[in-house]
């Protein structure tokens, strides 16, 4: 930790030179053509997987720019939970719960399936935390303000609309920053194959809180289950994102895992507001018509 690492943005090829007089033209190219078998082979995908990923995703996701990411998705989940809470007209420590769980839950699942028993990584981080208590405390300061002088009562149904709308924002922003976090915890711990851990882990860190929150509703529905899409969108960004790494892994790229995050998150959220925007329907064992229920 007293050591502070100084990038140089350059890189350094390796060049090997033969001796003309000594070396057949023959043997370089033999040589030539066995490098660019090599890095074409899967022994090459495994050693870039096993050594090179790791820096390369530890660096995006230790950039300012990331951290930031992981804070909006943080928020952007306690404000879901804020709006869950005055919906069902919970206490301050409800809403605190109904906020917590989709913003850290996920995360330490996630983390207790895979670390065995380690310190889990919410505890090294308690920024999060104070992220979670402050929008609370303001979010629901702000309600029970409102509904002191605002005068509910006649406009409930708008006030219904408003924190549903709330509540489908703030949980794709936080679904899609948590996509790539998932997927980043496969590679540093070698899970393998990539592309099936990486959408189970996306979909765990994304999702598993809101499962939890969900649990302790009022009608226990877990939405993602039995709703609209939802969890579907961080399976397939979560394989996406899976596939990409599978496929640059013969010409690893900061610059471009950089750029396949930002893709991730912007592509997660997107997804997640259209499918909800025009009532893409999800798949079930029966149709679902309108005004009809499953029993």
Request: net charge positive; aromatic share 14%.
């Amino acid at each position: 930790d007293q050591i502070i690492e100084q990038k140089l943005n350059v890189k350094a090829p390796i060049h090997i030179m033969f001796s003309k007089k000594t070396v057949p033209l023959e043997l370089v190219e033999r040589f030539n053509k066995a490098i660019k078998e090599f890095v074409m082979s899967d022994k090459y995908k495994e050693i870039v997987k096993e050594y090179i990923y790791p820096v390369l995703l530890l660096e995006t996701i230790n950039a300012k720019w990331f951290f930031i990411i992981g804070i909006i998705g943080t928020i952007s989940f306690a404000v879901s939970g804020i709006a869950i809470a005055a919906r069902e007209n919970s206490t301050l420590f409800g809403t605190l719960i109904f906020a917590m769980l989709p913003s850290v839950g996920g995360g330490v699942l996630r983390d207790m399936m895979i670390n065995k028993g380690e310190v889990v990584g919410l505890f090294l981080q308690p920024v999060y935390m104070y992220c979670i208590i402050g929008v609370v405390l303001v979010g629901f300061s702000f309600a029970r303000i409102f509904n002191i002088y605002g005068k509910p009562q006649k406009n409930e149904e708008m006030i219904y609309k408003f924190w549903d709308t709330v509540l489908v924002f703030s949980d794709s922003m936080g679904q899609a920053a948590f996509i790539v976090t998932g997927v980043v915890v496969v590679v540093i711990h070698k899970i393998e194959p990539l592309w099936l851990w990486a959408p189970f882990f996306a979909f765990t860190t994304a999702n598993g809180g809101a499962m939890i929150r969900d649990m302790l509703r009022r009608d226990r529905v877990i939405t993602i289950m039995s709703g609209e899409i939802s969890s579907e969108i961080s399976l397939f960004w979560g394989f996406l994102f899976g596939i990409v790494l599978e496929h640059m892994a013969h010409n690893p790229s900061s610059d471009m895992i950089q750029l396949s995050v930002i893709v991730m998150v912007v592509g997660g959220f997107l997804t997640r507001i259209v499918t909800y925007y025009y009532g893409v329907s999800n798949i079930h064992f029966r149709p679902r018509f309108k005004n009809s229920t499953v029993r």
